[in-house]
């Protein structure tokens, strides 16, 4: 079960560290608490009731089995998202954007199909019967492709909610989920529009334990969800 952290625990993580003044979207008014030096502070206590709200709203989700596909292109949540996607069984994309996934998936689909049939191929032993040089070709286009779709390889469908921990830093996932209608699940830092998320979580996007707390807890929730799942009854 997944357990609201305290106000504290969110000060600790730097959860409450905002962007300066002048870059606040008007939108996240309502979520701030103070101004200090120039910089915003969330209202924690807010974050705490949208976490109670929007944790709620996944767990449920995932107990529908719906498929979460994590998104970050921010260096120092890579790391982060890819082990977090890793560990509640979902899919995730950690590297550079790539353009159309979303919205046009079928290209995605062929680009995947050509990549699992290269990893069974050198895996197999067929590669053996190619030039030494033509091996080293195919181990380098796989090695590109391996860094960008190896945490797509599940991917068989459209994803049903795309998961971004920075609303603001993922901006071109955001913009294809809205027009495919694609669910978004985001953490919206005081410089992000909330409107474009389905579920936003106001924090701080750039600090790294803060990012790892709010990962963490939404692949939390997904594993709560997962595990409510009800299987057929097979006689």
């Not at 924690?44 to 970050?72: D, N």
């Not at 982060?80 to 919205?103: H, N, Q, S």
Request: charged content about 30%; aromatic content about 6%.
């Amino acid at each position: 079960m997944v357990k609201i952290p305290s106000i504290l625990e969110m000060l600790q993580a730097g959860a409450h560290f905002g962007h300066k003044a002048a870059k606040r979207h008007p939108k996240m008014a309502q979520f701030i608490h103070s101004c200090r030096n120039d910089v915003h502070i969330i209202d924690l206590e807010k974050t705490q009731e949208k976490l109670k709200e929007v944790l709620g709203e996944i767990k449920r989700m995932a107990a529908e089995g719906k498929v979460f596909l994590f998104i970050s292109t921010k260096p120092q949540a890579r790391d982060i998202v890819k082990k977090a996607a890793t560990d509640c069984g979902m899919p995730y994309l950690v590297e550079r954007w790539l353009g159309g996934l979303i919205t046009n998936f079928g290209e995605l689909k062929k680009l995947l199909a050509n990549y699992n049939k290269m990893t069974q191929e050198k895996a197999s032993g067929e590669w053996e019967k190619y030039t030494k040089k033509e091996q080293k070709d195919f181990e380098k286009k796989l090695e590109k492709m391996d860094k960008v779709l190896s945490g797509l390889t599940n991917l068989v469908k459209l994803p049903d909610v795309i998961f971004v921990p920075s609303l603001q830093g993922d901006k071109t996932a955001v913009l294809e989920a809205n027009r495919m209608g694609v669910l978004i699940v985001g953490i919206c830092d005081s410089n992000a529009n909330p409107d474009k998320a389905d579920y936003f979580i106001p924090a701080n996007d750039d600090a790294v334990n803060s990012i790892k707390m709010m990962v963490d807890l939404v692949a939390g929730a997904i594993k709560d969800g997962k595990a409510e799942i009800v299987k057929p009854v097979i006689n």
